[in-house]
């Protein structure tokens, strides 16, 4: 009787152990299935909310206008590409409006290109300046915001900035500070008084839109 009881037991053990260990394994492929839709969904939604904003109008009626405009380039950059390290934007703003003439530049209008971003593939499209050098050109973009992107790519991995990134890296705010690191952009000599001054004119005389 004993005997009979223990095998009793011992079967209820069994089964109660299988059971359990099947609510267990049951519950975990539930949640490992759960965890994938939601994965699946917030993938989803990202993609929707890149196709969905496009890219914005570029307004150049005066000073005002286009810094709204590269900075609405700007949030259109970060909001709509992946792994992107923001630049400094004070930085970013008054290069593109000395390098532009503030929009008006021919390149800037005809090239959209608020950078003086060149060129040294002449199969790819690109204006000639009126000195009309053999090796280069001006590089042509489809959209201001494109040349606003590029210039964000030659600051966050081109050779020449590695000082414009360790500053960023021990997290300097100081925007005047990463100008000194920007010697091999331009051959004026003149070039960073330039670009602190359009700096300074930044923050005491315009609106500086806000990234989101």
Not at 4 to 26: D, E, N, P, R, Y
Not at 71 to 85: P, R, S
Not at 101 to 126: C, M, Q, V
Request: with cysteine.
């Amino acid at each position: 009787m004993i005997q009979k009881i223990k095998t009793v037991f011992a079967t209820l053990m069994v089964v109660f152990i299988v059971a359990f260990s099947f609510g267990i394994w049951h519950t975990y492929k539930q949640n490992k299935i759960e965890a994938s839709e939601i994965e699946t969904q917030e993938i989803v939604e990202t993609l929707e909310k890149i196709i969905s904003v496009t890219k914005p109008d570029f307004e150049r009626e005066n000073n005002q206008t286009f810094i709204n405009s590269v900075g609405a380039c700007v949030n259109y950059i970060y909001n709509t590409t992946t792994d992107i390290i923001p630049v400094n934007f004070e930085v970013l703003l008054a290069q593109a409006a000395l390098e532009s003439g503030w929009g008006n530049s021919r390149f800037a209008i005809e090239g959209k290109n608020l950078f003086g971003i060149r060129t040294y593939d002449l199969t790819e499209p690109h204006m000639l300046p009126s000195n009309n050098p053999k090796k280069w050109g001006v590089r042509v973009y489809m959209h201001e915001c494109d040349s606003v992107q590029h210039y964000i790519d030659i600051i966050n991995n081109g050779s020449a900035y590695d000082k414009y990134r360790e500053l960023r890296d021990n997290d300097v705010t100081d925007s005047l500070q990463y100008v000194e690191t920007l010697g091999a952009y331009a051959a004026d000599k003149n070039y960073f008084p330039k670009v602190k001054s359009i700096i300074k004119k930044l923050r005491t005389e315009y609106d500086i839109p806000i990234l989101n």
